[in-house]
């Protein structure tokens, strides 16, 4: 990297030499040298002129805060008489010396975009220069404040002797090392061969103590490690793999230079986010912040590209990766150790199961045995007071409530397709939008311990943080859960009304839900609703998939009524937390379907029905069937209902190995 502006120096050995300081940015022994022989005897001033440098790089010089030359304002007119003074700076190298702190008017510096301050005396953060508007890049190793800071711990890595590699091509250079490619017991591996003890990022011992962590997460998404020789790194070489983009230039100073005319995918630039994000969230839960991340550090597969389009590469990298799924993590609970969380979790899943045996504990309640005496005809009369008192209150959203959901996390290895930044970048916009939804989750399950878990992630992620605006919509229940004590107060917590028609209907056009309308007001503009109903209870089974949905025409028609755009949605592990003994077409199922509730017998640990299996849950979205701008023709009811079970099947189909289910068949019936 060269400075843009050169002043022509007269021939001379100092012109010669003092243009080589010019260009000279990573030789530091070499600048250190060069420095100290350009000061004149009295270190007051420098002995060459450099009026129109515009960029001083002076690494490993040993500078303090005194001894830089009195006369460095005049000699250098284009960085002004303050290093506060000089706001078009970009980029400022200072590792290696002595500064014990910075100025306080480094905090002008508002362009500065980079700066090393490795290797220095810090004994705290520079704040002043920190909270800098455009800092993009900052190098802060190995000062006395960071060094407090414990390495991580790691198993002792293997020790690979010299004599055992076979060593090759030079693979890059930077500011801690060389790469060099070698072979080792009959593959190809990569050598980083560290500089010296000084470098312009920090300690080389620092940094092989975090790569040795890093090598062993265990990550696919991060290069392993393969151990250590004499102090070298020897990871594992990939082959077929390219950067992103190019190391920054003078122009871009801290951005990195990108071909020009390459094109990448939604998708796909999505899924590499997602990949790069999901190696940060390891990386931070060690201490570890990478400090680096650039695409010249970020390697793809070759020709990753959209094929179709062109100027574009072709055959991308990413057709053959699984889609990516999020596992989602708690807000509001994070402080508390996982096991308690699970433990905590799985207790309030067991009292929600309760809630929808309320009818047959009531009349086990009233049996003889159960007044038998006056401490039993107590606790009876209490429990009947409690049940009274459930039926008698208005059902009222409680969004407190939902949070509960989020230790549900863990219990069951809750995973999503959408990130939890996709959905918080959607509010602003879906709060601008008229548009409204509708989210059909299939299956519905016997108890629908996955509605709870939509819905504290949904409350979580659809909330603006900034205004507390939420796209939190309203949810649906059987009328017959109106009559059931406490399951009809749990759904209105959860936002869910009346199924009917009419209810639906009144809530994606006005919405008017009353349960929702007593939470000051709210007007929800989305619906959340199982709509497979009674009939999934009873084709839920452990390990089979079927939905109930090729004859209901009935959603589709309501959507197309009131303009919205439907989603399909589909749960892995939401058959799989009960075992059922009612299934299929028998009289007992016929029966419960007439009652329009979901009457059936299942058990789950130790065959009680009230203590649910713990399967992984993934919740899949799919894409959108936009039913806005209905003709009023049932032609259209019926195009729009079969593409709606056609992106059903091929949503299954995407996700079912990534959830686990590679051999699964879905049953629409």
């Known amino acids: 990297m060269a400075t843009p502006r050169r002043e022509k120096i ?22 250190s040298r060069m420095f100290q022989r350009f000061m004149s005897p009295s270190r007051g001033s420098l002995s060459v002129g450099f009026e129109n440098i515009i960029k001083l790089d002076l690494p490993n010089c ?36 002595a500064l014990t702190s910075l100025p306080l008017t480094m905090a002008n510096l508002t362009k500065l975009e980079l700066i090393r301050l490795a290797c220095n005396n810090l004994t705290s953060p520079p704040m002043s220069v920190l909270r800098l508007p455009n800092l993009k890049w900052v190098a802060l190793g190995s000062n006395p404040f960071t060094d407090k800071v414990a390495p991580p711990t790691v198993s002792k890595p293997k020790s690979i002797e010299r004599s055992a590699l076979e060593f090759g091509d030079v693979l890059g250079s930077g500011a801690s ?17 560290y500089k010296g003890t000084i470098t312009s990022d920090g300690s080389p011992s620092h940094e092989l103590a975090v790569n040795l962590c890093v090598g062993m997460l265990g990550c696919s998404s991060l290069v392993p490690v393969e151990g250590v020789c004499s102090g ?106 996982r096991p308690v969380r699970i433990f ?43 049940y009274a008192s459930s039926i008698y209150a208005s059902p009222k959203e409680w969004p407190a409530f939902r949070d509960l959901g989020q230790l549900w996390y863990s219990v069951f290895n809750f995973r999503f397709t959408t990130s939890p930044l996709s959905l918080r970048s959607q509010v602003s916009l879906g709060q601008e939008s008229t548009s409204h939804f509708v989210m059909a989750m299939h299956p519905h399950g016997i108890v629908p311990l996955h509605a709870v878990l939509w819905s504290a992630f949904c409350n979580q992620f659809m909330t603006d943080g900034v205004t507390g605006a939420s796209l939190y919509g309203f949810g649906a229940a059987a009328d017959a859960v109106g009559y059931v004590p406490f399951l009809r107060n749990i759904m209105g917590w959860l936002s869910a009304g009346s199924a009917s028609r009419d209810v639906l209907k009144r809530g994606l056009t006005k919405g008017d839900v009353p349960c ?53 949605c589909y749960v892995f592990g939401g058959t799989d937390f009960f075992h059922n003994a009612i299934k299929g077409d028998t009289w007992a199922a016929k029966a419960a379907r007439k009652l329009k509730m979901g009457l059936t017998f299942f058990w789950g640990h130790l065959g009680m029905p009230f203590l649910p299996f713990t399967p992984s849950v993934t919740i899949c979205v799919g894409d959108v069937v936009d039913c ?4 009023g023709s049932e032609e259209e009811v019926e195009r729009k209902h079969s593409e709606y079970l056609d992106k059903l099947e091929e949503l299954f189909e995407k996700y079912k190995k990534v959830a686990g289910y590679e051999e699964a068949v879905l049953e629409i019936k």
């Open 516 to 568: 929702v309308n007593l939470n000051g007001g709210r007007r929800p503009r989305h619906l959340f609703l199982l709509p497979g109903g009674v009939a999934e209870v009873f084709e839920s089974a452990v390990g089979e998939h079927a939905v109930v949905f090729k004859g209901r025409r009935g959603l589709i028609r309501l959507s197309l009524e009131c303009g919205c755009e439907v989603m399909p």
């Open 10 to 31: 007269e021939s001379s050995d100092d012109a010669a030499e003092s243009k080589k300081l010019l260009t000279l940015l990573s030789f530091d022994v070499e600048a």
């Open 177 to 193: 090392g060389t790469t060099v490619e070698a072979v080792w017991n009959g593959k190809s591996v990569a050598v980083k061969q």
């Open 232 to 337: 070298d790194l020897v990871m594992g070489l990939l082959e077929g793999y390219e950067t992103i983009g190019g190391p920054p230039n003078f122009d871009t100073c801290t951005r990195d230079v990108y071909e020009e005319g390459r094109k990448v995918g939604a998708d796909q630039a999505e899924r590499a986010v997602n990949e790069v994000g999901e190696c940060l969230r390891l990386l931070h839960a060690k201490g570890i912040s990478h400090g680096d991340l650039y695409g010249h550090n970020i390697l793809v597969k070759k020709g990753v590209g959209l094929g179709e389009n062109e100027g574009c590469y072709e055959g991308g990298g990413f057709e053959n990766i699984s889609p990516r799924l999020y596992t989602a993590k708690t807000d509001m609970f994070r402080s508390w150790p």
């Open 62 to 97: 040993k500078l303090t805060e005194s001894n830089l030359p009195a006369t460095l304002p005049g000699t250098l007119p284009n960085l002004e008489n303050s290093i506060g003074n000089c706001v078009n700076m970009r980029k400022l190298m200072l590792s290696g010396n």
């Open 628 to 631: 806005k701008g209905w003709d």
């Open 344 to 386: 905590v979790g799985y207790l309030t899943a067991v009292l929600f199961t309760l809630s929808f045996l309320t009818i047959p504990l009531l009349l086990i309640l009233l049996s003889p045995s159960c007044w038998s005496n006056f401490e039993s005809r107590m606790a009876s009369t209490l429990i009947l007071l409690l």
